[in-house]
């Protein structure tokens, strides 16, 4: 579970942060292993693991790969539910243009 904060910083002494596939890459801590976030290399959004936030009073507002989640695996939420196709059809067309930006920067040069 993570909270959507785009745009924001994270920073740590013992932060480590590896890329973990050909458009994201995530944080954890290097001395416990806590997952900290998960964001895309080429853009504003970040997704912090909630778990970090010592605060009540959260909402769910979207529960995503909702037909990939196991049988009982359940939130009491009036949240919207995403599937795994559903979230390629909003996040291919963003990543996509994000590639093909970078890769006309590298032609031009800096």
Do not use: N
């Not at 959004?45 to 959260?58: H, K, M, N």
């Not at 996509?96 to 800096?110: I, M, N, Q, V």
């Amino acid at each position: 579970m993570s909270l959507q904060v785009p745009g924001s910083a994270i920073v740590g002494d013992t932060l480590v942060i590896f890329k973990s596939s050909g458009f994201a890459e995530r944080g954890f801590c290097g001395r416990c292993g806590s997952h900290i976030f998960h964001r895309l290399q080429d853009g504003p959004e970040l997704a912090v693991s909630a778990g970090l936030f010592d605060q009540r009073g959260f909402r769910i507002a979207r529960e995503i790969f909702h037909d990939r989640k196991p049988a009982f695996y359940r939130f009491d939420a009036e949240s919207e539910k995403r599937t795994a196709a559903g979230m390629a059809r909003e996040w291919l067309p963003r990543i996509a243009a994000r590639w093909l930006k970078r890769g006309l920067r590298r032609e031009r040069g800096p």
